[in-house]
Structures are given as C-alpha cells and as structure tokens.
C-alpha cells in the first residue's frame, strides 16, 4: 500500500476531461449533436410551386418571393426580428417527456426566414398565417397576420389520435375516412367512441396538454352551447406544439399514414406532393372561407411540424387552398432553412 502514499493526479489532464464533457453536455442542450433516435427520416419532400395558385391569388409579376438569394446562409449579424415575423413559444421550452428535438437546424435564423416569407405574404390578396416547429418539441416560428380562428375539421387530427390510443381496434375504417375524405360522421362516430360528450372533450383536452399546447379546449366547449367540435378555436402557435409532439406518441404513426393518403381534392397545400396532412376549412358569418392545414415537412435533418392557414380578400375557397399551395412550395424550396426534429422515443 505504502508505493501509492503521497501520489497525485496531474491537475491538467483532469481539468481537459471536464471541459470535454461540459462542452458534450452543452452541445446536447442546444440540439447541436445529432442523437441516436428510433426510426429513419423520410425521403425529403418536395412540393412544386404551381403556377395557376398565383394567378388566382393575385400574385402576378411577383420577383421569385420563394427563394430569395443567400437564404441557405444565414446573415450572422441579422438579430433584428420583424414584427410578427418570428416567435419564440413559451409553449415549446415545455418538452415531452418522451421526445426531445434533434438536427442541426433546431435553432435557424428566423430573421431571415420570416423576410423571405414577408416577400411571399406580399403577394397574396389576404391574410396568411404560418407556424413552424421541430418535430419533438423546440422553439416555435410564426409568420404572417393570421394568427387564430375556427379548427375546422383539423380538429379531427387530434379526436383520431384520441381514438387510436383509446380504443383496441374496430375504428379502422372510421379513421381512414376521418383523415383521408374528412368525413364527418366517421369524425364523430370517433368523437362519440370516446365516452360521451364532456369526458370526449376532457380526453381531448389531456391530449393536447400532453403535447404542451395550451388551449383551454373543455373551457370552449362547455361555453360554446353545442356539441360541435369543428368550431373551436386553436391558434396556428397552438396547434403546431400538438403537431410537433403527437408524431411522438403510441397512436401517431398511425394517423400521419392516413394524411398520407389524401384523396385527389384534398391534396392541396402540403399534401400537393403527397405529404401528410389535413386540412380544415368553412364559411365566417358572410360565406367567405377559412382554410387551413396542419402537416409534417421532411428536411434534409429531420421533420418539422407546420401549420398554416389562409383567408383570401375573394372568400373563396379555391384562392385559399391556392395561397395554402404556394405557401407550401415556399416551405419546400427553404425546407433546409427549417427547424427540424426527430422523435426520440415513442410513448404509450
């Protein structure tokens, strides 16, 4: 025992190996280190901007609002945000505790991304409202001058999620149709299925906090005097924590199969080249339409959650989903830009 009285380590080689883990640590933190996760990113998407959207939403002799110059590398000196051009949810410092974000993109600049957008709002004859988050959770980005409104039948996302996690089978064809058609009696036989109104409205609401979105569902429902669920309200910055997260939960993958599989007159805006989504849509008090959809982008790092919504100057329904077109040929041609994420694990 007595050879090892009086020895001591050499302090530098300690002090080397702590900044080595603190400076790992800090790269995990801020999502700058790719971790291992449970499943593969899709193949990128790829949606094509279709000319005939910009015609019929007033955007011609528009100068390429798409993809403006030195986009893909960011202004290091850019910190000034416009207003309403990027937001910082408080919801998204919540994280699941079964996901967390991952991707060299988690923190992009939103300076620069929400001035190309700007350019892009500038040509459409109405209102546009875009959020955009991290698969897993993170920082939430939201554009435009729409903010909130009605759900429409992006509402039956969540119900179908609801009964998949709620129920042991029996409810195939009814999600297909929910999802796929947007099929309102499948929607509620779905709705139903969940044990009557309030505690349907309560598993709901359980849901949505369990992804970190806020909305005081049960509280609007209960005040709304009917039993209808299309139209509660849900802010776009709401609704994308719900759709960050619930591709993270038993029940998911399974609902985001059938956004894959819209039919022919629903494959508008992010479904225009096939990925998944759903979208909602309905006439305010003077027949003129609200349209959004709700989606998940693949990116070169991963996926990112989008929400989106449209309301033209014409109240027409075919100039929204053209608006809700170009803004996801937007997406797609900056989608290197977007803050992406992957589920880390799945819960049940």
Known sequence: MGVFRGWRMPIRPLRLLAATIVSILLLIAAGRLDLPVDEAAPAAMS???????GDSAGRAGAANPIAPAGLAVPDAQ???????SAVASAHGAVASAHSATSGINAFTNSAVLGESFARLEETFDGSVGIAIAPVGGGRVLSYGDWSTGDAWSTMKVPIAVAAVRATDGGIDADITAAITVSDNDAARR????LAG?????????ALLTETGDTTPMAEQYAQQGDDSFGGLTWSLVD??????RFPCLAGGARVIAEMRQLTEEHRWGLAADGAAAKGGWGPDAYGNYLVRQLG???TPTGRAAVTMAALPASGEFEDATAMLTAMAAWLSA???DLPSGRCVSVSR
């Open 296 to 298: 998940i982008v693949t």
């Open 78 to 84: 850019s910190e000034a945000v416009p207003a309403q």
């Open 190 to 193: 779905l709705w139903d299925g």
């Open 197 to 205: 109104t309030m505690s349907s409205v309560a598993t709901i609401q």
């Open 239 to 244: 609704q994308v924590e719900f759709t960050a």
């Open 47 to 53: 949606i094509e901007a279709v000319s005939a959207a």
């Open 334 to 336: 900056n989608r290197a």
